[in-house]
């Protein structure tokens, strides 16, 4: 699903391949929420 465009860099650039559809919605945020917060971004 993801893949990193540096592995040295502790969240590298989010990229994401899914397909589109209403199941893959959970695990596309989760993965997002995941990246956010390793570039330290804030909740909310």
């Known amino acids: 699903m993801c893949s990193a465009s540096d ?3 502790p969240a590298p650039a989010l ?3 899914q397909p589109a ?3 893959e919605v959970s695990a596309l945020r989760h993965a997002l929420t995941d990246w956010a917060r390793a ?3 804030p909740a909310s």
């Open 21 to 23: 559809r209403p199941l």
């Open 7 to 9: 592995p040295d860099d």
């Open 39 to 41: 570039r330290g971004l």
């Open 15 to 17: 990229r994401l391949h």
